[in-house]
């Protein structure tokens, strides 16, 4: 009886009719883990991710740089991606996701690297007003805007643009 039950709930999800894709624009994503969380980056901004190479480690530096790499014949700076949201550096990153825009290319370390996904181009804000939080997504997945993100992380560090 059981089986049939499931049978028959089966052969009904199977003979409905595909799901329409919506109207609403989207965009494309790479969704990554930082410490606990999840965030999106919009695909545009990441020209790659990869497993992370060998740091070089620059004493003194703010703890959200984790170092530099030389990364097909550029030195990028790596900045740890919890850290720069205001979390403890994660010590189990194990990817970088490179992002290039606005003339800059930076390293962001990240725990994991999950997946490019369309997202509704319009979300919903957070609930926290961070620069950089810029939408909420599956409420599991917060989408960041970098830009704002790092212009925070200079003013706050009154840091040099080169390092950027």
């Known amino acids: 009886m059981k089986d049939q039950q499931i049978l028959r709930t089966r052969a009904e999800q199977l003979a409905a009719p595909p799901e329409t894709p919506s109207s609403e ?3 494309v994503v790479v969704v990554v883990q930082a410490g606990q969380e999840r965030y999106a980056l919009p695909a545009h901004q990441i020209s ?5 190479p060998p740091l070089t ?3 003194g530096l ?3 740089i984790v170092g ?5 014949g550029h030195v990028l700076t790596v900045l740890d991606l919890a850290a720069l949201l205001g979390d403890v550096p994660d010590g189990q990153a194990g990817y970088i996701v490179v992002y290039r ?3 800059k290319q930076v390293a962001l370390r990240v725990r994991n690297a999950e997946e490019a996904v369309d997202i509704p181009l319009h979300l919903p804000r957070p609930a926290q007003t961070r620069p ?11 989408l960041l805007d970098l830009e ?5 992380f200079m003013r706050i560090t009154g840091g040099d643009r080169a390092v950027l």
């Open 48 to 52: 790659m991710v990869r497993a992370t």
């Open 132 to 142: 950089g939080l810029s939408g909420v997504w599956k409420a599991r997945v917060t």
């Open 62 to 64: 703010h703890p959200v």
């Open 57 to 59: 480690r620059l004493p």
């Open 25 to 27: 624009p989207t965009q």
């Open 101 to 103: 825009d606005s003339g």
């Open 148 to 152: 704002p993100l790092f212009a925070e």
């Open 68 to 72: 530099m790499i030389s990364l097909q």
